[in-house]
């Protein structure tokens, strides 16, 4: 018995000499004393085929001493690592958990106090190879003097197979406290702004809360300056599920250096980015310099797809005019103007609703909604009907008699062609207007209505110079038979553009809404065909007695066919050339020496297949983006996705198409304009990456 009760101790021994080698392969010894220590950790205790390693440098801090976060505020020393010594290792990247705010004698800091994680991701430049893990730390260790602190910590990790260390929990728990996209953390934000004078600039933030009511929310703010701002003033409002932070900053931010700002609220933490173009002051130079960019937007606007469907219907009707009067031609042009104000008017008003409630804001973004898909296509169509003389639009006579006795149709014609070509342009981002539009969603009320408001004068302004100069019109060609050819030609083109519909449709609410639009629009346009066909017959007769009542319900019926689609999530497949879109993976892909092409793009961005032809699919890019160390990234926004908003909204873009290369020479990217141009799509890759040279020489470091 006794000898059986050794055997069995010594197993038990042997089993728990194994488990703490186990558990200490995955952890070096403290190094400190003992005011503070620190000890490197990873979430596994061998090296596998997976490229990156998880780890974690935790600090301990006695009692009454603290540590200091990435931007210490207006004291202190951050950690600093130098991992030039590892080997196998290519570089590492730090994730921050939020710090607590520390005020000593009216200096701000941000620190750790007793025991903190700072998770690490490092990359290996050989998977499946050992790795010796040789960290250089400096940090600081304050009470009521500090204390520069000093830390060489090396661990050794062999081949193996996938499993977890005893240190992965920690690692985990630590990288929940890492500040994230506000949406993961149930919050919205409303806006970001900038007040006061220059000289005593304020930084002003509205938080909507969808997950419980706000406790003690702080502001951390990096960028502005040396040191860190006081902590916010802060309102509360609607049973405290709305905030407003009010933070006074020492100076406003370099112009082209964006603002972080790390919300810390108990246990909720998100991290905002201010982009670089809300970081200067209202100066009456840069809001003239936002006017004229919507300005030059909107005109431009009416040379792009978009809008050409519509652009060739105004032509005929001027052609149509060229035998009229002068002042029919003036009129027409004014409606036509009127009716592009109007809608653009009409757009800002909307979004500074939806700014207000917290919807997520972008241009064009109308298209990712079913029901806007299928009324633009009913809209079409019924144009489309109306070229082929199969529906005549205008108004009912008694009110069209009010408006005008000569030409109440033609004008209210021409405003709803207006308004037309007005929507159909929102899917398209001309330049400036992704600028100009930018600068409004940023700010207030007032901005969004002045620039929209200048963006519809820019694209109206062919027609009120035609309104203004109508004797141009006589130098387009004489009405005539040729004008029926054209017309049926035009009403073929509308059913192009709405055939795009329908397939945006298609891929926004799903096949079955699709198709049941299309055959209802189908039947719309053979039925007017049928009431229009100048055979009489006992068919054509009985159809065309409730015409008006049949027509509406056709067009009805699409309208709410779309309100029940349910949209796939669209995600390139992983055979493709294009990656899904994965903003975490961004620092570990530049850390490994790679060039990043990020391409946000919807299917019912024309401008974004325009780019795609044009310069995508170019053999000079094509070459270029398949050579080693170039990797391409597609976001797809043909729904809504506040996760890509948000994105966008970091370089102060609320509209696509939009692309980004990222690099070791250019980690915070390079945006590119939304036209693209092969030379500047090369030059961007060029200056971003990594020279073979560097590339070699880095590889080489033990």
């Known amino acids: 018995m006794a000898l059986a009760r050794l055997a069995i101790l010594l197993v038990l021994s042997a089993g728990l000499i194994t488990s703490t080698g186990s558990a200490r392969a995955a952890a070096t010894d403290w190094v400190g004393d003992s005011r503070a220590a620190v000890r490197l950790i990873t979430a596994a205790d061998n090296i596998t085929a997976d490229s990156t390693l998880e780890a974690g440098l935790e600090f301990r801090f006695a009692k009454g001493w603290h540590g200091y976060w990435r931007t210490p505020g207006d004291a202190g020393i951050p950690p600093t690592v130098d991992w030039s010594a590892s080997e196998n290792i290519w ?16 200096l701000q800091n941000s620190v750790y106090e007793s025991d903190v994680v700072l998770p690490v991701k490092l990359f290996l430049k050989h998977p499946q190879t050992v790795a010796r893990i ?74 909507k809360s969808r997950s419980g009511a706000f406790i003690r929310p702080d502001l951390l703010v990096e960028g502005a300056g040396n040191g860190m701002p006081p902590a916010p003033k802060v309102e509360l409002h609607d049973a405290d599920k709305v905030a407003r932070l009010t933070v006074r900053l020492a100076a406003l931010p370099p112009a082209g250096r964006p603002l972080t700002l790390t919300l810390i609220d108990e246990n909720r933490t998100a991290e905002i980015k201010v982009p670089a173009a809300q970081a200067i002051p209202e100066s009456g130079s840069l809001i003239f310099a936002a006017l004229l960019s919507a300005l030059l937007g909107g005109l431009i606007l009416n040379l792009m797809p978009c809008v050409l469907p519509v652009l060739s219907i105004k032509l ?23 009716g592009i104000t109007f809608s653009f008017m009409l757009l800002a008003t909307s979004l500074i609703g939806l700014k207000w409630s917290g919807a997520t804001l972008g241009w064009g973004i109308q298209f990712q909604q079913p029901w806007f898909l299928a009324g633009m296509a009913v809209l079409t169509v019924l144009f489309a009907a109306n070229f082929f003389e199969w529906l005549p639009i ?15 149709g033609p004008m209210i014609e021409a405003f709803v062609t207006g308004a037309f070509a007005t929507l159909l342009a929102t899917p398209c981002s001309a330049p400036f207007v992704g600028t100009a539009v930018g600068f409004a969603l940023a700010r207030g009320p007032s901005e969004i209505l002045a620039i929209f408001f200048c963006l519809g004068l ?5 027609y009120w110079m035609a309104a203004l100069f109508p004797g141009c019109v006589r130098w387009l060609p004489r009405p005539g038979p040729w004008m029926l050819v054209v017309r049926k030609f035009l009403g073929v083109l509308l059913l192009g553009t709405a055939a795009w519909l329908i397939y945006v449709l298609w891929s926004t609410a799903g096949a079955w809404t699709a198709a049941v639009t ?39 019926v699409p309208l709410i066919v779309s309100l029940s689609g349910v ?21 570990g892909l530049i850390a490994g020496g790679n060039t990043v092409l990020v391409d946000v793009t919807a299917t019912w961005c024309l401008t974004c297949k325009v780019n795609d032809a044009r310069v995508l699919e170019n053999a000079e890019v094509r070459s270029r983006l398949q050579q080693p160390h170039v990797i391409r990234m597609r976001a797809d926004w043909s729904r809504p996705s506040p996760y890509i908003a948000d994105y966008l909204h970091r370089f102060a873009r609320y509209g696509i198409p939009f692309d980004v290369v990222y690099g070791p020479q250019q980690p915070d990217g390079e945006a590119l304009p939304e036209l693209l141009t092969t030379s500047a799509l090369l030059r961007a890759i060029d200056q971003a990456s990594v020279h073979d040279d560097i590339r070699k020489s880095a590889s080489s470091v033990p």
């Open 316 to 338: 005929f009707a001027f052609t149509r005019e060229a035998g009229g009067s002068l002042r029919d031609v003036r009129l027409g042009s004014a409606a036509t103007a009127a």
């Open 518 to 556: 299309a055959a209802l629009l189908a039947c719309l346009l053979g039925y007017r065909a049928l009431i229009s066909a100048p055979v009489g017959g006992q068919i054509a007769s009985l159809a065309s007695r409730r015409s008006g009542l049949i027509t509406a319900g056709l067009v009805v």
């Open 567 to 587: 949209a796939p999530i669209s995600q390139p497949a992983a055979a493709q050339e294009w990656q899904a879109f994965d903003l975490d993976a961004l620092p």
């Open 91 to 106: 570089s590492g990247t730090i994730s921050w958990p939020a710090p607590h705010r520390l005020v000593i004698d009216g």
């Open 134 to 207: 040789r960290a250089s730390i400096t940090y600081a260790a304050c009470s009521e003097v500090c204390v520069p602190l000093q830390a060489d910590l090396t661990l050794a990790l062999p081949t193996g197979a996938e499993g977890t260390s005893a240190q992965s929990g920690l690692i985990n728990s630590a990288q929940g406290r890492v500040p994230g996209p506000p949406d993961a953390a149930g919050i919205d934000v409303i806006g970001t702004r900038f007040a006061g004078p220059a000289s005593e600039p304020t930084l002003v933030v509205d938080l």
């Open 394 to 408: 205008g108004l009912p006579s008694s009110i069209a008699n009010v408006v005008s006795k000569r030409s109440g």
């Open 458 to 462: 820019g694209m109206a302004l062919p």
